[in-house]
Every structure is written in structure tokens, then in C-alpha cells.
């Protein structure tokens, strides 16, 4: 094998190392609410990454073409239009409100950390380490029972 061709490969060996559950975030997979209300999803994270920023954005994360928000250091909290993102580091999770829900609010999305070039050693090439969260969004109020309710995904 060529070294350019070893070099190749790396990446894709890398991928290998991301498989599912061996991720340090965590939270919910699926968090409900109805048009016009707050929803408020909590993520959890390793103590390693109490200094690093935390962010939530709407799937894929492209920055480019997606707004994320994103804590810097130590603020405690960053709002941008209807989401506020609360680092809480002595219990180690953040939260991310959603205010005044809309249909088009419902879809993926990514609690995540952002660690690109911050960790030392081989792990700062890694993808940022998140975790992903369905939001669904209700046309209005639900019954006792969600599963009656119409949700836009």
C-alpha cells in the first residue's frame, strides 16, 4: 500500500470510531410540543467538555447555510430569535429552548459540543461529538394522550 493510498483510508477508519451509543452527549431522541408553546430539551455531556462551547442547530449543521447557536466560554446564556441555549456546567448539561413554536420548527436536530481543533491528540479530527433530537411539533394542545394528536415532523 502507497502512503498516499494509507492516507486515503484514514478517514473512513476514523468513521469506524463513531458508532452509535459511543458518543458524550446525550438526551432526548424525541421531544413534543404544541404551535405557540416553549419547548425545552436538556443535554448532557462528559465532564471534559465543561470549557468547551455547546451548540444546537437544525440537521445537517452547516453552518453556511443553517443558524446554530452557540455558547462562547462562559456565558451563561445566548439567545438568537426564539432559541436561548443555558450552559449549566455545575450539573454538566445545557438546555435549549424553543420559543413560540411553529409547524416549520418541527424536524432533526443536534445538541452537540463543539471540539473540532480543541482537543489535543488524534481526537481533534473527530466529528464535533452531539446528539440527535427529533423535535414534532402539534397543529395545537393535545389530549392526555399524544398519540392522538397530529404531528408535523
Known amino acids: 500500500m502507497t502512503q498516499r493510498a494509507g492516507a486515503a483510508?484514514?478517514?473512513?477508519?476514523?468513521?469506524?470510531l463513531c458508532v452509535p451509543g459511543c458518543?458524550?452527549?446525550?438526551?432526548?431522541?424525541?421531544?413534543?410540543g404544541a404551535v405557540g408553546?416553549?419547548?425545552?430539551?436538556?443535554?448532557?455531556?462528559?465532564e471534559k467538555y465543561k470549557t468547551f462551547n455547546k451548540y444546537w442547530c437544525r440537521q445537517p449543521?452547516?453552518?453556511?447555510?443553517?443558524?446554530m447557536v452557540e455558547t462562547r466560554?462562559?456565558?451563561?446564556?445566548v439567545r438568537s430569535d426564539r432559541v436561548i441555549i443555558t450552559d449549566h456546567p455545575g450539573?454538566?448539561?445545557f438546555t435549549v429552548t424553543l420559543e413560540n413554536l411553529t409547524a416549520d420548527d418541527a424536524g432533526k436536530?443536534?445538541?452537540?459540543?463543539a471540539?473540532?481543533?480543541?482537543?489535543?491528540?488524534?481526537f481533534g479530527f473527530l466529528p464535533d461529538p452531539f446528539f440527535q433530537v427529533q423535535v414534532l411539533v402539534s397543529s395545537g394542545p393535545c389530549p392526555a394522550t399524544p398519540a392522538s394528536c397530529f404531528f408535523h415532523s
Not at 483510508?9 to 469506524?16: E, G, I, Q, V
Not at 471540539?115 to 488524534?122: A, V
Open 73 to 77: 466560554g462562559s456565558e451563561g446564556a
Open 115 to 122: 471540539t473540532i481543533l480543541q482537543e489535543e491528540s488524534l
Open 109 to 113: 436536530y443536534r445538541c452537540g459540543i
Open 91 to 93: 450539573d454538566l448539561t
Open 23 to 32: 458518543l458524550t452527549v446525550s438526551g432526548p431522541s424525541t421531544v413534543m
Open 37 to 46: 408553546e416553549t419547548l425545552s430539551v436538556q443535554c448532557r455531556y462528559e
Open 61 to 67: 449543521c452547516l453552518p453556511i447555510w443553517q443558524e
Open 9 to 16: 483510508m484514514l478517514p473512513s477508519a476514523l468513521l469506524l
